[in-house]
C-alpha cells in the first residue's frame, strides 16, 4: 500500500482525455496517463505495475509521435534528473536521462570540461538524446553512441541491467537509437573532453565548391571543432561554410555559457521574415556576409549551450517550422545535392536553410543512421497544418527518400512518419535484426510509440 502511495505521487492526475503532443503541435494522440518518476526504482515499479502499452517522452522534440502512442501510460523523464557521478580527472559523468545537456554544461563548465557529442541546443534531455542517437556540428566526431560508456536500462519484465560496447552489447546497440523500443534508459556514463577557446571562420562559395573545400580544409584540421555551412534559398546556389578552430587568442565573449535570459524577439521576427518571402531570404546572404566578418573567439561550452528558445514559436495556428534530415555517404555529396535541390524547387517548399553537418560512422546502433562517413543536410522550412498541406509534405518526402537511398543514404527517424515499410528497410537494413531483438526482450510488446508501431514487424 504504501508503496502504490508512492507511485501516485509521481503520477500527474489529469481529467480525461489526455492529449499528448510534440512541439510542431501536429501530432495529438490520446494516452491514458502521464507518470513522473524521480528515480529509477520508480521506474521499475512503474514498468513491474503496468500492463498496458507504455511510452517514453522527454522535451518531446521529436516530431512524429516518437513519444506517445493511443492510450499508452507516457513515462515523463525529466524528473529523473540527477547527476550520479562526476569524475573530473577521468573525464567521465553519469546522470540519470531526464537531466538536459545545460544542467550538465554548468556542473562541468568550472572544470573547464565540456560535453564530448551532443545536438546543437542544450535543452533536450539525455534520453531523448540516447533514444535518437543524436549528432552535432562536432569535426572528427559522429552519433552520441560514440561517446557513451554505459548505460542502465529497465526491461518490460521490471529488471535492471547495465549496458555497454563491452557488456551486453546486443542490448547497447539496439538501444541507443532505438527510440524506446527496448526499455526505458535511466542512467548513462559519458566521456568528457577539454573545454577550448575556439576562434570562429567563415567563406562564402558556390555549392559546387563545398566538397573540395570541406576536403581541404576541414576533414583532417586537427584544430577545427565545430562545423556546419548553410545552403541559402531560393536559388541554392550559394554556401557558408562556418568553422570553430581552437585558439589563444583573448575571447570577444567573456561568458563561458550561453546566457538563460536571452532576448530573442528579435531573432523571432528574423525567421517569420524568412519565412514570408524569397527577397528576405535573398536579403540574408548580405546580412550573414557582415555577420560573419565580425571577430568572434568563444569558449566550447558558449557555443555549445544554445537555447531552443531562439526558434520560438514553433507552433502557430498557420503552420509549424519542421525539420527533416538525410544522410549521404561523403562521396555520394556532389551527387545527391541537385536532386535534392530540384525536388524541393519542385515543390516550392518553403525552406528557410539547409544546414550541411559531418560525421563518422556509426559504432554499431541497430538502426544507424551513419553506416558509414557521412554529411547530413538537414532541412529547416515551414508547412502549412491543413490535410492538403500534409499531403503535400508527403509527396516531396516520399522523393527526398527514396533518392537519399538511391545514393546508399538514409533520412533521420525522430521527424514525420511519413517513409513506407519498404523505404524504412532500405534505409535501416538491420531493422528486422533490431525487431527480434525487441522480441526478445519486450515480447508483449510494452513499450511502443507511433514509430514503432508504423514499422515493428510483429
Given amino acids: ?175 541507443i537509437g532505438g527510440y524506446g523500443a527496448m526499455g526505458v534508459i535511466t542512467e548513462a556514463t559519458f566521456n568528457l573532453t577539454d573545454n577550448t577557446l575556439l576562434k570562429r571562420t567563415s567563406q562564402q562559395m558556390l555549392i559546387t565548391q563545398y566538397y573540395d573545400y570541406f576536403q581541404k580544409y576541414v576533414n583532417n584540421n586537427t584544430h577545427a571543432v565545430f562545423h556546419n555551412t548553410l545552403i541559402y534559398p531560393p536559388d541554392y546556389k550559394t554556401v557558408r561554410a562556418v568553422t570553430y578552430v581552437t585558439t589563444n587568442e583573448a575571447p570577444t565573449i567573456s561568458v563561458r555559457l550561453q546566457p538563460k535570459d536571452q532576448d530573442y524577439s528579435k531573432l523571432h521576427k528574423q525567421i517569420a521574415l524568412l519565412s514570408s518571402s524569397n527577397l528576405a531570404k535573398r536579403f540574408r546572404k548580405l546580412y550573414d556576409r557582415w555577420q560573419y566578418s565580425k571577430k568572434q573567439v568563444v569558449w566550447r561550452n558558449y557555443e555549445a549551450s544554445y537555447n531552443v528558445a531562439e526558434l520560438a514559436p514553433i507552433a502557430t495556428k498557420e503552420g509549424s517550422f519542421v525539420l527533416q534530415e538525410y544522410f549521404m555517404p561523403t562521396d555520394q555529396f556532389d551527387n545527391f545535392y541537385p536532386q535534392l535541390i530540384n525536388i524541393l524547387r519542385k515543390h516550392n517548399v518553403n525552406v528557410l536553410n539547409i544546414s550541411i553537418r559531418h560525421a563518422k560512422k556509426d559504432s554499431g546502433s541497430l538502426l544507424a543512421w551513419a553506416k558509414t562517413d557521412v554529411f547530413a543536410f538537414v532541412i529547416y522550412y515551414k508547412q502549412g497544418v491543413t490535410s492538403k498541406d500534409q499531403q503535400a509534405v508527403n509527396r516531396w518526402t516520399t522523393e527526398l527518400i527514396d533518392t537519399a537511398i538511391e545514393h546508399q543514404g538514409s533520412y533521420y527517424l525522430p521527424y514525420q512518419i511519413i517513409a513506407s515499410q519498404a523505404q524504412f528497410e532500405k534505409a535501416y537494413p538491420k531493422a528486422k535484426q533490431f525487431f527480434e531483438l525487441k522480441k526478445q526482450l519486450d515480447p508483449n510488446n510494452k513499450f511502443r510509440n507511433k514509430l514503432l508501431d508504423r514499422y515493428a514487424q510483429y
Avoid: C
Avoid at 516530431?63 to 569524475?87: E, R, S, V, W
Avoid at 544542467?103 to 539525455?126: C, G, K
Fill in 1 to 175: 500500500m504504501f508503496f502504490l502511495l508512492l507511485l501516485l505521487k509521481h503520477t500527474i492526475p489529469l481529467a480525461q482525455p489526455i492529449i499528448s503532443n510534440d512541439i510542431t503541435q501536429l501530432n495529438p494522440i490520446p494516452i491514458s496517463d502521464i507518470a513522473q518518476p524521480t528515480s529509477t526504482a520508480d521506474v521499475v515499479e512503474l514498468i513491474k505495475n503496468h500492463t498496458g502499452p507504455i511510452s517514453i517522452a522527454g522535451g518531446k522534440y521529436s516530431m512524429g509521435g516518437q513519444t506517445a502512442t493511443d492510450n499508452a501510460l507516457q513515462i515523463d523523464i525529466k524528473k529523473l534528473n540527477h547527476i550520479l557521478a562526476f569524475d573530473p580527472k577521468k573525464k567521465e559523468i553519469t546522470v540519470e536521462t531526464g537531466a538536459n545537456w545545460r544542467q550538465i554544461q554548468e556542473l562541468i563548465d568550472p572544470y573547464n570540461l565540456s560535453v564530448q557529442i551532443m545536438q546543437s541546443y542544450a535543452d533536450f534531455t539525455v534520453g531523448g538524446s540516447l533514444s535518437v542517437n543524436v549528432h552535432g556540428r562536432y569535426v572528427g566526431e559522429g552519433p552520441i553512441i560514440l561517446s557513451v560508456k554505459q548505460i542502465k536500462m529497465v526491461l518490460a519484465d521490471g529488471s535492471l541491467i547495465t549496458a555497454s560496447p563491452t557488456e551486453n552489447p546486443t542490448i547497447f546497440y539496439g538501444a
